[in-house]
């Protein structure tokens, strides 16, 4: 199978830059899954999972949302934050989405609800992530 070059950036810098099978990501309008040599594509991320393979052995990610960049055989995602399942603290992500949950059930005059749902997202995401190490 033909490799593209990934590139996988966040605010704190390169996050990580290898040789890829296909990567399988979440656009702001799905899910799709780039190969080499894919037509050209800008679009959104969605809070989603993330994966890229290589030579069969799947590497799976959290990504909070960001951008995605597929040019000629180089792929850059700019994530707001991508998260492997080592580096997932699963009480953490487990009290997030507890302290989510709550705000949503129990709303005050100055929550946020997008932002709650938002928080929610993220916690789910990572503890599924985490879940499947």
């Known amino acids: 199978m033909s490799k593209f070059h990934l590139k996988i950036v ?11 099978d296909i990567l399988n990501i979440k656009t702001t309008d799905g899910y799709i899954g780039v190969l080499a040599h894919h037509i050209p594509l800008a679009s959104g991320v ?18 909070a949302g960001g951008f995605l960049y597929v040019g ?16 997932i603290d ?18 005050t005059d ?9 928080a929610l997202k993220k916690a789910l995401v990572r ?3 985490k879940g499947l190490k």
């Not at 946020?112 to 749902?117: F, L, N, S, W």
Request: proline fraction near 4%.
């Open 110 to 118: 100055d929550l946020d609800i997008k932002r709650a749902e938002i």
């Open 72 to 87: 000629e055989n180089e792929v850059t995602v700019i994530g707001n934050a991508v998260e492997s399942p080592e580096e």
């Open 10 to 20: 966040t605010p704190k810098g390169t996050y990580r830059e290898v040789d890829v």
């Open 46 to 63: 969605d809070i989603s999972e993330m994966n890229y393979k290589i030579d069969g052995q799947t590497y799976e990610f959290a990504i």
């Open 90 to 107: 699963l009480q953490r992500a487990k009290e997030a989405e507890k302290r989510a949950q709550s705000r949503l059930e129990h709303p």
């Open 127 to 129: 503890i599924n992530v």
